[in-house]
């Protein structure tokens, strides 16, 4: 038998002992974990088979279809991206318990940026202290998805700031109900909250908590960004505003000949990106390359062109908007359900921004596939407290 | 350190491909260098004759796609891609895109045995020089654009009219010719040594490529292929012909990207490297965005041609557009990152940029593919 038809089987079994109709959530959960079938490309005992990664869409595919929960979707940030940092650095007892945690539904959110550290992320500035125990930590998060429904975080802190920017850090998994903690929404360019500022003072973290060795929380948060920056990939290939200019295009473009040529063009850009997008997933090692850098940059800019169409489409009608109140699922979910097409416009200014910024994209493509010199960086071997910040 | 290029060639191919792939990018290096392709800018026949017979008698290039029984390897158009791709990799000047991707493609779809028997053979041996008089009209070419006729007298065919811009006509030994007769277009065969068959050479901007016009005056012709049965042939060769094409468009990026990356990590100014300068690299960025674009295009229509897919037509001019437009923005960017050495006839960038400029006007510019695009998806 193959290794995925053993998947396959064991979703079966899976499905048969456990009826997600008259099974708990947790108790569904917890009983796929110990299947092996949360990861299936975890080893035994980790939520997984030692399986290809692959087979995991299959797991997908059948417990959706069996109406069972799905943690890739749910809940998309401890799954595609904590899991995979705590299995590379955390210890068997971490393991154990944050894998089974996030298996068995629990939602983590990202504290990574902050107000002075965009783009130069080892810039942070919030403070982690040691103490009896653990240690004590101030500052403040930004740009988090889904705070307000997560029960951890992962966080990057400064421990040491004599150190230069990038060696002073450690990461840990906060607590989101620890005291000191507050989540307030951050109202963007829509109207809506996608997003949090998250506020930390004193709050204090068990040393039981930390993530890797003290100091190294760069390389931690490196491994947890390499996963996001293939998630984004993957989203950015399903939406798209290629389908819904083609709809406005066949209502209203009236035999435009500007507006056919920017039709056409634009469907051939997304073709062409569909197609690299597959031709990267043929040939994928499992680990995200730099490859992934052309179609972030190349679906942010098709993203952004594409709705600029569909609002010169709409004509007058661009004139308008449906609502500027801020609705309470988005912040739960990360994602607005309204899918009009000038609040999607508006949302797309934010695609060559959020998970590596276009400029970023650029240098990385320059930088580690063609071999140019990296810029040169003043602040590289500095102090993090001798740094000029603002 | 840089990591192996996803736009390396050659990174995910079979065996076979990149065997042949790394021969001929080898052999092209040591017999067509670009000082051999300079020494035959302004050669009369505009190529390198002994280098052209040894890519036909050692590696088998003209023969890649030709059936076995005349002479061929019985391969496909992947096979035509890859040495398309090198070949335009070192702006390799020979008769490549007419004798080998239009004139045998033609030929084999004819299913005419006669003309089979008589050309093939020698296409694959690298003796014969064939091209395809492709009716221009403008932005694109089209069967229907053609204005030489042909007259049938006792069973023997004349052809009588002129066609411009025939590419190496210069050097072409038989010319495949669509002209109207009886209310339909056919193809047929003509014989440049026939004093009623005048080619004038004429000046191309690119001169690795060159065309003549030529003046046929009752000149004896044969027909090939089913009557009215030119606008298929057309489409069928025209279709080869543009990924391979685009194949010589992706090989001439991926060197001008090569050459402009090299130099963006070793010209200093303000005493650092200009590639450390986000200017310029970012330049080098899109170029490569360009490129990889480019080849996941050019991969897409190979196999619509090589499975006769149903999709090959939108397949052909998404990769048409894609290539010339990636080749023609990183030979210009190219010029640009070099600076003034960039501008200088001594340099290799002018050479691909003007290759870059011909080929998007070759078989149809990216406008007009974007205009059967257009069509083919009911805009």
Request: charged share 20%.
């Amino acid at each position: 038998m193959s290794a995925a038809d053993q998947v396959e089987r064991l979703t079966h079994r899976l499905l048969e002992q456990h009826p997600p109709q008259t099974t708990g959530r947790t108790a569904f959960l917890a009983a796929q974990y110990d299947a092996g079938l949360t990861w299936v490309h975890h080893p035994a005992g980790r939520g997984g088979l030692g399986g290809e990664r692959d087979a995991q869409r299959r797991v997908f595919e059948l417990l959706t279809a069996a109406g069972a929960p799905n943690l890739q979707v749910e809940s998309r940030l401890a799954y595609s991206m904590g899991a995979p940092s705590v299995l590379e650095w955390g210890s068997g007892e971490q393991q154990e318990r944050y894998l089974r945690a996030i298996a068995t539904g629990e939602r983590w959110c990202q504290l990574f940026s902050e107000p002075g550290a965009g783009s130069d992320l080892a810039a942070i500035d919030t403070r982690a202290v040691r103490e009896q125990g653990g240690w004590r930590v101030t500052g403040q998060k930004v740009w988090t998805s889904m705070a307000a429904s997560s029960q951890r975080g992962m966080l990057l802190a400064r421990t040491d700031p004599a150190q230069p920017k990038h060696r002073g850090l450690t990461y840990f998994l906060l607590d989101l109900a620890t005291p000191g903690v507050e989540i307030r929404p951050l109202r963007q360019i829509t109207g809506e909250a996608e997003f949090s500022e998250v506020y930390l003072t004193d709050v204090f973290i068990p040393d039981t908590d930390r993530l890797g060795p003290v100091n190294a929380g760069w390389k931690v948060a490196m491994s947890t960004l390499m996963n996001e920056r293939d998630m984004f990939g993957t989203k950015a290939t399903e939406s798209g505003p290629v389908e819904l200019a083609l709809a406005l295009y066949r209502e209203r473009a009236g035999g435009d000949p500007d507006l056919r040529t920017r039709m056409v063009r634009l469907w051939l850009r997304g073709h062409v990106l569909r197609l690299y997008a597959a031709r990267a997933a043929r040939r994928s090692t499992g680990t995200p390359g730099p490859q992934s850098s052309v179609s972030k940059v190349g679906f942010a800019e098709l993203n952004k062109d594409g709705y600029e169409l569909c609002l010169d489409l709409l004509g007058d009608e661009a004139l308008l908007y449906d609502t500027y109140e801020p609705d309470e699922l988005t912040a739960h979910s990360g994602t607005a359900a309204s899918r009009d097409p000038r609040r999607l416009f508006l949302r797309s200014r934010a695609n060559s921004i959020e998970g590596g910024t276009t400029e970023i994209m650029r240098n990385i493509l320059a930088e580690r596939v063609l071999g140019l010199p990296a810029e040169p960086r003043v602040d590289k071997d500095l102090p993090y407290s001798s740094l000029r910040r603002g | 350190m840089a990591s192996s290029p996803p736009t390396a060639a050659g990174v995910d191919e079979p065996d076979e491909l990149r065997d042949l792939r790394s021969t001929l990018h080898r052999m092209l290096a040591s017999t067509a260098p670009e000082s051999v392709v300079r020494e035959h800018l302004d050669s009369p026949e505009g190529f390198d004759r002994s280098a052209w017979t040894r890519l036909a008698t050692e590696i088998g290039v003209q023969g890649l796609a030709v059936a076995e029984e005349y002479g061929g390897a019985g391969c496909g158009m992947r096979e035509l891609a890859v040495a398309g791709e090198e070949l335009g990799y070192s702006l390799f000047p020979g008769p490549f895109l007419s004798t080998v991707l239009l004139s045998a493609t033609l030929i084999a779809r004819s299913r005419d045995t006669a003309a089979m028997r008589a050309l093939l053979p020698g296409i694959a041996d690298g003796s014969l020089v064939c091209t395809l008089a492709l009716p221009q009209h403008g932005a694109g070419w089209d069967a229907d654009a053609t204005t030489v006729t042909a007259v049938a007298d006792a069973g023997t065919w004349t052809l009588t009219g002129t066609i411009d811009h025939v590419l190496d006509g210069q050097v072409a030994d038989v010319i495949l010719v669509p002209a109207r007769h009886d209310g339909m277009i056919s193809v047929f065969r003509v014989d440049t040594n026939s004093p009623a068959v005048e080619v004038r050479p004429t000046l191309s901007m690119d001169q690795t490529r060159r065309f003549a016009h030529v003046d046929l005056t009752s000149a004896s012709a044969l027909r090939i292929g089913a009557p009215g049965s030119a606008r298929q042939l057309l489409a069928d060769a025209g279709a080869v012909g543009s990924v391979g094409l685009a194949a010589d468009q992706m090989g001439g990026a991926r060197r001008m990207l090569e050459v402009t990356a090299d130099y963006a990590r070793t010209r200093y100014q303000f005493g650092r490297p200009i590639g450390s300068f986000q200017a310029v690299k970012h330049a080098l960025a899109n170029m490569l965005i360009s490129t990889e674009l480019a080849r996941a295009a050019l991969d897409d229509a190979v196999r619509a041609v090589d499975e006769n897919a149903s999709d090959v037509g939108t397949a052909v001019s998404v990769a048409n557009i894609v290539c010339s437009e990636a080749y023609y923005d990183v030979a210009a960017a190219a010029i640009q990152l070099h600076g003034g050495i960039g501008f200088t006839w001594e340099h290799s960038a002018h050479l691909y940029f003007k290759r870059a400029t011909a080929d998007r006007v070759l078989l149809g510019t990216p406008a007009h593919h974007a205009q059967r695009l257009a069509g083919a998806l009911g805009l």
